[in-house]
Structures are given as structure tokens and as C-alpha cells.
């Protein structure tokens, strides 16, 4: 199937020029196999087309950002009618409050909510805030966990300097053992434990919360006096209408919210408990848009759609529907995947494909079918993503992992062997 | 005059309950007097409305960021047109390579861009690109200079670790000798220095760019290979349609930018030479929302109004004439004003006031009046501030400086002793 690219080609020849490297950061393609748009010209729903026209039900919806459905009319209809009184003005709104108290609600652990722009901001402020009430430094983070890209915990050392790492060490997640090691060798001087809602690294199967680890880390917090935090950025409202933890009854000290929460508009939050209040009172953060009316009035109208709508489970039912089709569609053609993490935020890797080639020929196959997947970072479902869109998602897949057996060879052979010099060196690397 | 308060001290009261210590951060009326609103309800034009229904002329501008008027139909027009495609997608659309293109056509020294939505981000990416093009670790910053609200360098230092300043070395700015000091002190370490287009600090006299000061920077970060930034968050494009300091011949590495350039919509940039561009290509930065296309939408529309209108001389004109007017008035009632700063980023301090206690009942007195001026931060001008609203702005004054000879005592006595500690605590810290 030949999809139009003229467009595309074009942008990327010019941002080449203007931008440093092209498009940099999560939304670049450049790792990705060479058949994925890197610009897009529209988003309905579920649904994305590209700068050629090219159409694609979307399983990134924005990296997260998108859990209704792109352009779904509440949440919208509220942004406008806040718009037209008032956005970026010289202080906040009462939305500011009422978000702040709407917030407070839904999530047990937390007694207050501060407001800001990018993930990075609200795990930045997490810390911050853990450094000021324990007059500590060091952070503990799993290892390969992403928590932002600051110089603290940015993924690629490049114009990072030692000192902004100083301070940080890793432990692996989901292994308490190795999170009281960590605890022990900077006993005395821990700020605060860093955690993923559930292990959802890249490349990588994920993992489910190990409730011991949970357990351990609630423990060791409480008896150093350092903050747990729990980073749900990515996972926030995709898990539970409460923190991510929420099912298991352990509670963090702050948590750090971002993406969904106004369905694509920017916002990001802390929230905290009464333990953290006065540091996070007493540090100075702030940004020109961080108190900006409408995204406030989009999460507003968000969170009144994730409180009063059955959009979890139903994400659940269309993700577990999408994977049992993917499972025997694999199967009817002689692979075998390995899908993990929640249905509503599907990591699908291939088993026995240590350098991913045979994903990343799947994901060329699904892009040209019009599905667009991920093959090595985990996806998003929006409610948006119903029994018609997997239906059509499936009737698609199904002919990419057709034309999978067909021939192994859709990436070129330069394209294959940089992939697989790249897994080599990732797995070299995390030795 | 008596305004009608309930709402905003309704919604202080509740703030302070689900916001650690109510509204933080610029935003914040904790350093104000009593009388400023926190809260507002809606902006049109140069004007406000607080959540009673009380009216300012507005002279803050959002903190800088409403550059042509709230609500500005040319850029709002730009932006709803893009927002019926998409916003936040999973991909940018081709609005930012024509950002890029416009930007760098426009900046005399830039060959490149980034986008993203702090002020503070862009600093953050400026001072990593450093790093990353020389290897160095040391960032040179003006004492008094601020460049955001992350760790290394916002203003409070409280959940700030030693690390992160380990590596930031202060100099005086406009002071030719003392940046070389700061040179010859880190010689061999220096990956940037960070330059204000002009001081512009809080609670002082603005001043002018020193050229042998500029000059010096220019030819220390040439002979060492240091890149030289210039933090235009601020003031850029208020004062030139290029960078600030384009007037001078004088060209940075790099330009931070902020606020005002898509008027009010979340984005903010990086702009960059070749020199730059290399190691600005191989750092991880990103955001959930660098990429959203409403905000590119309208910061095409907000840069085409930069290139097309006067509006740059109209405020200009018109900050002179409030400057002019305010000086009479003044004079009449027996006080001087010292008014620095372009006409057009006022900033308004009277002349024997160590204490700052004439300029804070005055600032009372003015959103009495409906005029929301600033005690001790620089001021800004929209080009919505025409000379109507200039002449009913000085309509208000006058009878705020007539109130002022009345009594000086418009704050409380409570108030009064407050502010007298915090400046005196304030000269204290900065000997």
C-alpha cells in the first residue's frame, strides 16, 4: 500500500534547516522506522491523518495527552467559554481554586494541588519539595524509569554536568531489597523515593507493582522521614480515578500528575498531603502560563468527565478486546507476542526478537496499514477508542501481520542494521 | 473609594486550604499590598476585571505576556482556525517548521529554534546546550539577574542543594571588569554567560545595556569559547524586532524567549547559531506540550503583528507620555518618581523612599483608582494601551497622588512595619 509522502518529506527537509536536528524530544520519529509521518495535519477522535492526508487510528493519543478523544466537545466547550473571558491574565482565576479543591477530592493522599505546565515541572516541584522538608539530597529512582528531562533525570547525558546528578541514585524497581540497599548506603541523607505507578520503561516488557517493593519503599519513607512520590505523569487516571496506587492502600507523600488531565490542553500538578505542606509553601517555583484560566477550565470539565463517565472501564474492555485479537492474529500467522502492562496502555513486543526487528517490520506494516503503534514505547487508549475503532484496528492489523509473514524484510537493510547496532549498544549501555 | 471584596478574599480563604500557601509563585499578592486582588474574572484589551467586578487598567500585561491586547481577534482568529484541526496530537503539525522559519528570519542572529513552554525551559535548554558545546561547567549570571524558577537559578533558595549552584559564579552586570574577573576566576570552565538585554531587576533603578560591558562578554566567549546567552523572556520584543540587542551589533550565541510572542498562548523558545547548533541537536529536552499546534498558531499571528504594525513605536509613544504625565503629577503633589527602564517596560520607584513605603501606598492608592501598577517589579505596555487609556489611566492617578499628599498612610500600620523589615532584611542579604 503506497501512501502519499510529499508533504511530509518536505517539512522534514525544512525543519532539518530551522530546527537543531529536525523535531527533537519524544514527538521525533527518528528512531522510529522510516515510514512514520513526522507531521501531522489533523485529529478527530481516535483518529490522526498526517500532512499528506494519510489517515491512522492512533494509539499514542498525544503520548497520553489525549483520554477522551482529540477535540471532544465537553471539554472544548468549556475551554471556549473561558476563553472568552480570560486566559493569561496578571493572576488566576477562581478555576484556580476550584480545580485545586475538584483535584483534592479524587485523590485520597492529597491535601493540596499546586499548577504547572510540563511533567517535568510537577516532578522537579516533587523534589524540591522533598529537599526543603528534609533538608536532605539525595533522590532515589529506578533505574531506566523516566521522570522528566531536566538535567536531574533527563535520559541522555548531554549537557548534563556531574553535579546535577550528584545526587540522584538507582535502585531497581519492583525489588525492595535493592531500594533499602540504596536507603542504607545514603542513610541519613535521602530526600525522597521515586516511583512509577507500575514498571513502564521503554523497550521493554512492562511490569505490575510488586506490593512488597510498595510496602518497603511506605516503610522506609516513614521510618527516614524522606517523601514518597509517586510519578503518575504518564499512568495518572489510565489506572484508577484516585493516585495509581490507590488500589493497593499505600499512599504516597506527593504525587506528580500530567498529560490527560485536560485531554491535551497544558497543564501538569503536585499534589500533596499536610506532611509536605509547608516545603512545598516555602520553595519558589513559577511559570509565565502556570496560572493560565483555560486549561484550568479544561481540567475542570476533564475531571468531571473522569469522575462521572464509565471511560476507565470501558478503555479497559476495548484494550483487553484489542489484545486477544492481536494474540490470535499473531498466532494465525506463526508469531508470538508478548503484551504487557494495563490493556488500556499496551506495550506490544515481539517474543523471540531480541533485536526488535520483527517489531519494528510490524509496526512499518501497521503505520502503512494505518494503525499507528509504538514498537518499543507503551501506547494509550482514549475513550474514544471504542468497539468500532478496534474492530477497524483489527481488521487492519490483521493485514499487516499478513504481509508480515509475507516477507520479514519491510525495513531496509541499512534501516535493519542500525536498529540493530542501536539495541546492541541499549543493551551494552544497561549493563 | 470602596471596592467590593468579598469573592477574592472568599476564594483567598479557600486557596489557602487546597494550595499549600494560596497562590505562589509571580502570580502570588503576598508581597503586595493589602488591596490587590488575587484573582480575576476577565480581561479584554488593556483592561481587567477582579472577581468582584472591579476594573484596572492593566500594566502588567499578564506579566509581559499580552503584547497586543487580551483577547486580540488577529492572533485569537490564528489560533481557532488551528484548533478546529488539532492541538496536542502525537506529532507537531507543519506550524512549527513555519514557526522556525519565521523566527529565524526575524532574529538576526539565529540559525535555528527550539519550542517549548517555560521561560525557565528555555533557559534551562540554553545553559545545557552550553555545556554540551563546550564541555565546561560554569554559567556566569548577573547578581540580581533572574532567568527562572528551577534549581540552579530561582531567586528563593529553599529545596535548593549546594549542587545546584555549584557551577553558577556571579558577576556584576553592566560591570565590564567584574565579568572578566569572573573569567579569569573559572578560566579553562566557563560554558556560559547568561546576560540580561538590559537590567532589569527587581526593587531597583532599571538600567541601560553598558556597550563596553556587552562588548567584553562578546570577546571573553569568543577567545574562550564560552557561548553568550541573552535571556529575552522578558523584554523581548519590546524593545527591537530582533533580539534586544540588536541595536548594539553586538550578536549572543543564543536568545532565550518567553511571554509575549504568540501573546499570551503557552510557548516559549530558544533561538540559536551554527555555532550551537551541533551540541543544541544532541540534548534530550522535551514536554507534553512543546509540540501543541494552537500555540504555534498563534505565535505565527503574534509575529506577523511584530513585523507588520508599528506597534512597537505606538507603546513607546504612549509609555512616554504616561511617563511624562506621572512626573508632572508628582511634582504638583511634591513627590519624585524614578521612572527607569524603556517608557514601554516602566518601571516606577519614588525618589526618597528607602523603605519603599511611599511607593507601596501609592500602588494602594492606584488600584483604589482602578490603575494595577507594581511596587518594585518592571511594568509593561500593550499596544492596546492607546492614548485613551493612557489619558484615563492619568485621570486615575492624579487622584491617587492627590490621596497620597493626603495621607501617606494608606497602608496599615501592621502592613507598613511588614514591608519596612522585608526591604531592610532585603538590603541585608544583598550586601
Not at 96 to 123: I, P, R, Y
Request: aromatic content about 10%; glycine content about 8%.
Amino acid at each position: 500500500m503506497v501512501r502519499a509522502r510529499t508533504n511530509d518529506l518536505n517539512l522534514v527537509e525544512r525543519a532539518a534547516k530551522v530546527l537543531p536536528a529536525g523535531v527533537y524530544g519524544h514527538h521525533s520519529v527518528g528512531m522510529l522506522p522510516s515510514g512514520y509521518p513526522q507531521f501531522f495535519g489533523r485529529a478527530v477522535g481516535a483518529r490522526l491523518w498526517d500532512v499528506d492526508g494519510n489517515e491512522y487510528i492512533d494509539y499514542l493519543c498525544g503520548y497520553g495527552t489525549n483520554l477522551f478523544g482529540y477535540g471532544f466537545e465537553p471539554v472544548e466547550q468549556a475551554a471556549a467559554e473561558q476563553r472568552r473571558l480570560g486566559d493569561t491574565m496578571t493572576g488566576p482565576s477562581a478555576l484556580m481554586v476550584e480545580l485545586a479543591e475538584a483535584f483534592v477530592d479524587m485523590v485520597a493522599h492529597a491535601d493540596w494541588a499546586m499548577f504547572c505546565k510540563n511533567g517535568s515541572d510537577a516532578t522537579m516541584i516533587a523534589l524540591m519539595t522533598a529537599r526543603a522538608h528534609t533538608g536532605n539530597a539525595t533522590v532515589l529512582v529506578a533505574d531506566g524509569a523516566y521522570h522528566g528531562a531536566m538535567p536531574w533525570c533527563t535520559p541522555r547525558q548531554v549537557g548534563v554536568i556531574p553535579a546535577d546528578r550528584a545526587h540522584v541514585v538507582t535502585y531497581r524497581y519492583n525489588d525492595a531489597a535493592s531500594l533499602r540497599a540504596a536507603f542504607e548506603a545514603h542513610r541519613g541523607d535521602v530526600a525522597a523515593v521515586f516511583a512509577a505507578p507500575y514498571r513502564h520503561d521503554v523497550y521493554a516488557d512492562q511490569e505490575d507493582l510488586d506490593l512488597d517493593y510498595a510496602q518497603t519503599a511506605r516503610e522506609l519513607c516513614d521510618a527516614s522521614g524522606a517523601l514518597l512520590v509517586v510519578d503518575d505523569v504518564r499512568a495518572g487516571f489510565r489506572i484508577a480515578r484516585d493516585c495509581s496506587w490507590a488500589h493497593t492502600g499505600i499512599e504516597p507523600d506527593i504525587s506528580a500528575w500530567g498529560k490527560c488531565f485536560a485531554n491535551g490542553h497544558p497543564i501538569s500538578a503536585v499534589l500533596g498531603n499536610d506532611k509536605a505542606r509547608k516545603a512545598a509553601a516555602d520553595i519558589y517555583v513559577t511559570g509565565s502560563y502556570w496560572f493560565s484560566a483555560v486549561p484550568m477550565a479544561a481540567a475542570l470539565a476533564t475531571l468531571r468527565q473522569i469522575r462521572e463517565t464509565d471511560y476507565l472501564e470501558k478503555m479497559i474492555v476495548q484494550g483487553q478486546r484489542l489484545r486477544d485479537g492481536l494474540d490470535r492474529q499473531a498466532a494465525d500467522q506463526g508469531f508470538a507476542l508478548s503484551q504487557t502492562g494495563p490493556a488500556q496502555m499496551p506495550q506490544i513486543l515481539f517474543r523471540d526478537d531480541p533485536d526488535f526487528v520483527i517489531g519494528f517490520n510490524w509496526a512499518q506494516l501497521c503505520i502503512e496499514h494505518g494503525v499507528y503503534f509504538h514498537p518499543f514505547h507503551n501506547m494509550f487508549l482514549s475513550h474514544a477508542h471504542d468497539g468500532t475503532v478496534v474492530d477497524e484496528t483489527l481488521r487492519r492489523t490483521g493485514m499487516a501481520f499478513e504481509a508480515l509473514r509475507g516477507s520479514h524484510a519491510r525495513l531496509s537493510e541499512g534501516e535493519t542494521s542500525a536498529l540493530k547496532r542501536r539495541i546492541a549498544e541499549r543493551a551494552a549501555s544497561s549493563d
